[in-house]
């Protein structure tokens, strides 16, 4: 159980377009849902945290412009990448939480690779 | 914010041997949480221990939050074992969010 998908798996864009990553609970249903970023040997960050029918909070430092997140229903969020550029290249890896089963407990996307070129 | 500093923080051992790694935190945490991250990217869920110890086959795991750390053992490695090993906390006041550690990149050879 606690299976979280994420689509596509890599996406190569050019520099000013935008690039849609889904992110999906299969199996359970998700209040809230986590959007990270890893650069290569890095550890992960927290862009931004989504409820359900709710604006998503981002945290310090990241464009909310830049980075639109939606979350319609319970079983899906998405994130929108924005006129992207070469810097905006990264790991972006989904996260949903089972609140009020296991207290906060996240299970994690298989990530999306977006490369701008 | 919360510091949560992991160490080593790159380990080499040969197959069958064990390791110890450990995460230091500077604040009360609600939640615990230890991953391995694969050579594919893929975060996968070791164990959720914000106080006590637990058990898991060739890993276990022990958080002893009044001191502020947690270990994750790992027994007998094998070459699957590779990957990044990262902790995450929630600290208190903080709702559910995580704050991942620097990791622990760990390399099982033959």
């Known amino acids: 159980g606690a299976v979280v998908s994420q689509h596509p798996s890599w996406v190569i864009c050019k520099s000013g377009t935008s690039v849609k990553i889904e992110c999906r609970s299969l199996d359970f249903q998700a209040t809230t849902m986590f959007w990270y970023r890893q650069f290569p040997k890095q550890s992960l960050m927290l862009m931004a945290t989504?409820?359900?029918?709710?604006?998503?909070?981002?945290e310090q430092g990241v464009e909310k412009d830049k980075f639109l997140i939606n979350h319609a229903s319970l079983t899906l969020s998405t994130l929108t990448v924005t006129s992207a550029h070469p810097e905006d290249s990264s790991f972006y890896i989904c996260?949903?939480?089972?609140?009020?089963?296991?207290?906060?407990?996240?299970?994690f996307g298989p990530g999306t690779r977006l490369t701008v070129t | 914010g919360i510091q949560v500093e992991q160490s080593p923080p790159d380990l080499i051992l040969q197959e069958g041997a064990n390791s110890t790694l450990r995460c230091n935190f500077s604040?009360?945490?609600?939640?615990l949480q230890w991953f391995h991250q694969n050579p594919w990217g893929q975060l996968i869920n070791l164990f959720y221990?914000?106080?006590g110890t637990k058990q898991n086959g060739r890993l276990s795991a022990t958080t002893v939050a009044t001191e502020r750390y947690s270990l994750l053992y790992i027994s007998s490695s094998q070459t699957t074992d590779s990957g990044v090993y990262f902790c995450a906390v929630v600290y208190t006041g903080t709702a559910s969010k995580l704050t991942f550690g620097t990791g622990t990149r760990l390399q099982v050879t033959l």
């Open positions: 989504s409820n359900e029918g709710s604006k998503a909070t981002y």
């Open positions: 221990i914000p106080s």
């Open positions: 996260s949903a939480s089972l609140a009020g089963r296991v207290h906060y407990e996240q299970y």
């Open positions: 604040d009360s945490v609600n939640n």
